[in-house]
Structures are given as structure tokens and as C-alpha cells.
């Protein structure tokens, strides 16, 4: 779906500008599919282990070839938690 959203935007007149690229985020990607589009790490707690676990994810993303990668800072779910933000920002 990525690749497709892509070619149309690149492909049709009305939306080409050449000094730029569309930005897609997909929360569903495969390995190398970062030339296509972003990945949107969602849905997690607000807690320190989350925390960590996105750091991992985010990494891990990056490994499969998908360099623009990203969490809901300060996670989603959960009560909020000052200190836990500003360490995650």
C-alpha cells in the first residue's frame, strides 16, 4: 500500500514538486519499505518500560532499513507522569 500511495503522489501532475517527497506514515512496513514511507511505533503505555521498549523498536526499525521511525512520546495509554515525559522527549 505504501509503495502504491507513493507512486500516485509521485506520478500524478497535481501533486509533484520535485524538490520534495510525500510522507507517508504506516504503522504496518516491511524491511526497506523506509524508501517508501515512515513506521509510527503507536499504542504504547506511559511507563519506564515502554519507554525502553521504544528505544528499541525505534532502533530496530532502523536496522530493517527504515530510517524515519518514531513513538507516541510520552506513550498513550496511562496516566501521565511529568518526569517520564520529559526523559522520553
Same mark, same amino acid.
Given at each position: 500500500?505504501?509503495? /502504491? !500511495? %507513493? #507512486?500516485?503522489?509521485? &506520478? +500524478?501532475? #497535481?501533486?509533484? %514538486?520535485? &524538490? @520534495?517527497?510525500?510522507?507517508? /506514515? *504506516?504503522? *504496518? !512496513?516491511?524491511?526497506? *519499505?523506509? =524508501?517508501?514511507?515512515?513506521h509510527?511505533?503507536t %499504542? @504504547?503505555?506511559r511507563?519506564?518500560?515502554?519507554? +525502553? ?6 532502533? @530496530?526499525? @532502523? ?5 524515519? *521511525?518514531? =513513538?507516541? /512520546?510520552?506513550?498513550?495509554?496511562? !496516566?501521565?507522569?511529568? #518526569? ?6
Amino acid at each position: 500500500m505504501t509503495i /502504491v !500511495t %507513493n #507512486e500516485f503522489l509521485t &506520478d +500524478k501532475l #497535481e501533486f509533484y %514538486n520535485p &524538490d @520534495n517527497r510525500p510522507f507517508i /506514515v *504506516s504503522r *504496518s !512496513t516491511f524491511a526497506g *519499505s523506509g =524508501a517508501y514511507s515512515s513506521h509510527s511505533i503507536t %499504542n @504504547n503505555y506511559r511507563s519506564w518500560n515502554d519507554l +525502553k521498549y521504544s528505544i528499541s523498536g525505534i532502533m @530496530n526499525m @532502523n536496522m530493517f532499513g527504515i530510517p524515519h *521511525s518514531g =513513538a507516541d /512520546v510520552c506513550g498513550f495509554y496511562g !496516566t501521565r507522569d511529568d #518526569e517520564l515525559c520529559n526523559r522520553w522527549i
